[in-house]
């Protein structure tokens, strides 16, 4: 499986961007995918998943509210609609797969990793 993140840039804080994850390799709709991020100087976590089919969904805290997850099966496509954006915010995004029904959290459940991209939210 090839994961391909997009979408990453600058934006002012409260601004919003939308980050893009195509997958290619297997049947897109038989995996579970997730975004993950990780701040400068500080460990990878967890941002939000979605189970293969889309109907079940769920957010780390600090994102509750504010980015929706959401995929298009059909183009093979996960999105991360990120809203009222912090510098908080400001890391490398990941999506992550991997072949499942549900949805998971950690890290170690993910096999398959995207490059990442960049996204800085100024004060």
């Known amino acids: 499986v090839q994961l391909q993140a997009s979408g990453g840039g600058l934006v002012q804080t409260g601004g919003s961007l939308r980050l893009s994850c195509a997958g290619s390799?297997?049947?897109?709709?038989?995996?579970?995918m997730g975004w993950f991020r990780q701040a400068p100087g500080k460990e990878r976590e967890f941002v939000a998943t979605i189970s293969c089919g889309g109907r079940s969904t769920y957010y780390a805290d600090s994102v509750k509210g504010r980015f929706t997850i959401s995929r298009d099966n059909a183009k093979n496509t996960v999105l991360l609609q990120m809203n009222a954006l912090k510098p908080d915010d400001t890391a490398v995004y990941y999506c992550?797969?991997?072949?499942?029904?549900?949805?998971?959290?950690?890290?170690?459940?993910?096999?398959?990793w995207g490059q990442g991209t960049l996204v800085t939210v100024s004060s």
């Open positions: 992550a797969a991997v072949t499942g029904d549900c949805y998971y959290i950690r890290q170690r459940q993910y096999i398959y």
């Open positions: 390799g297997l049947t897109f709709s038989s995996l579970v």
